[in-house]
């Protein structure tokens, strides 16, 4: 049994290390442009995503807040099933992308390192505001305890995710720093911000 041991350690090590190797590939220029482009290439398919558009809306309305950590990776596990799944993985592989999942994977760790560059400076401000507002809803006394409930609950999701953006990798942000205004355009509704 001792035999065993070394090669047991070393598998476990490499079960329990594979999900960090598998998150710290590191973003490059290339990649957040061809993430850029991907999305500039669905956006203008915008026409054939419309029925997928009403239903996640209608999942979506009838759900909690979005998790703004996973924006992209939830809403391509929201597509599956669907007709246009097909079409956007195809869309996504011809930017360098292995699948529809790599890419919203890369856009959620894009979303969180341009929220943290975005926050910079303003995040002392950011906290103050959203102690600030917690204050308010528990001190309001036209809402019903169900409804401060589901304040609170809003809340906690967007500091969550703000926190998860105060975190993101330094090398992700060096590698999305130089897009910020390429991002703001595309994500704009109106393509200019």
């Known amino acids: 049994m001792t035999r065993f041991r070394p090669?047991?350690?070393?598998?476990i090590c490499l079960f329990a290390l594979s999900p960090l190797s598998a998150h710290a590939e590191t973003l490059t220029d290339k990649?957040?442009?061809?993430?850029?482009?991907?999305?500039?290439?669905?956006?203008?398919m915008e026409d054939e995503f419309?029925?997928?558009?009403?239903d996640i809306s209608d999942e979506e309305s009838a759900a909690e807040m979005p998790d703004l950590s996973r924006l992209f990776s939830s809403s391509v596990e929201q597509m599956k099933g669907h007709d246009a799944?097909?079409?956007?993985?195809?869309?996504?592989?011809?930017?360098?992308?292995?699948?529809a999942e790599e890419w919203g994977r890369t856009g959620d760790r894009i979303f969180r390192a341009w929220s943290a560059l975005e926050m910079g400076e303003q995040s002392g401000q950011v906290n103050q505001e959203m102690?600030?507002?917690?204050?308010?809803?528990?001190?309001?006394?036209?809402?019903?305890?169900?409804?401060?409930?589901?304040?609170?609950?809003?809340?906690g999701s967007a500091m969550?995710?703000?926190?998860?953006?105060?975190?993101?990798?330094?090398?992700d942000k060096r590698a999305v720093?130089?897009?910020?205004?390429?991002?703001?355009?595309?994500?704009?509704?109106d393509g200019d911000y």
């Open 7 to 11: 090669v047991l350690l070393t598998i």
């Open 31 to 44: 990649t957040v442009r061809a993430f850029i482009s991907s999305l500039e290439e669905l956006q203008s």
């Open 160 to 171: 969550s995710a703000y926190e998860q953006a105060a975190n993101a990798p330094e090398e």
């Open 85 to 99: 799944y097909n079409r956007m993985e195809d869309v996504v592989q011809q930017h360098g992308f292995s699948s």
């Open 177 to 189: 720093r130089p897009h910020m205004d390429a991002l703001r355009s595309v994500t704009s509704e």
């Open 131 to 155: 102690t600030r507002a917690m204050e308010e809803i528990n001190n309001n006394p036209h809402m019903s305890e169900a409804q401060k409930q589901q304040m609170r609950e809003m809340m």
């Open 50 to 54: 419309a029925e997928l558009t009403e």
